[in-house]
C-alpha cells in the first residue's frame, strides 16, 4: 500500500491535470487550493453526475418526450465546440462549456430510462456510454496534443520537453 501511495503523491499533477506544465496548456487548467485540477474532467463530469442524479431523482427527465432530451443533450452538448474556435482561452467560457457538456450528456444517457432496461441493466449501460465517451474524447485530446506539442521546439520529446519532464520521470518510476 505504501508503493501505490507514494506513486500516486509522486503522479499527482499528472493525475488531477494531466496536461504538461506549459503556457500552451494552462488554459486546460485551474488551480484550487494550489492544486492543478483538469479543467474539463474537474468540471463535466461532476455536472454530469450531478444533473443526472437531481433528474432522475426529481423524475425531471421521465416528464420531457425523448425528442426533448435528445434535443436539449444536443444543445447543450455543442458546448464542445465552443473549445474549437479558441474560446477556450478564455477560463470562464471554457469552465461553462465543460459544464454544458456534462449537462448534455446527462440529458442524452437520461434516455436509457425511457427504455425498459432493469435498474442494474441502465447501469452497466450508463458505464458502457461513459466509457466509450471517454474512449473517444481521450482520443481527440490525444490528437490535440500531438499537434501541439509537434509545433514546440521539443517536437514531442518528453523527456527533455519541461513541461513533461517531470511528470515522464515520475511515471517512468513506476511503483
Known sequence: MGRLRNFLRRNKYFLLAHHPKC???EDDTIKINNTNLCIGCFTAIPTFFIILIIGLITSYFQNLTTKSLVLIGIILSSGYI????NFHKIKWLNIIS???VGAGGAFLVSI?????????????MVFVILQFAFLGHGI???ISIYHTCQKCEFKLNWRE????KEITYNLDKGF
Request: hydrophobic content about 45%; proline content about 10%.
Open 23 to 25: 503556457e500552451q496548456f
Open 82 to 85: 465552443l473549445g474549437k474556435f
Open 98 to 100: 465543460k459544464g454544458m
Open 112 to 124: 436509457l430510462w425511457k427504455l425498459p432496461f432493469s435498474p442494474i441493466g441502465r447501469i452497466i
Open 140 to 142: 481527440l485530446r490525444a
Open 161 to 164: 520537453c519541461p513541461g513533461m
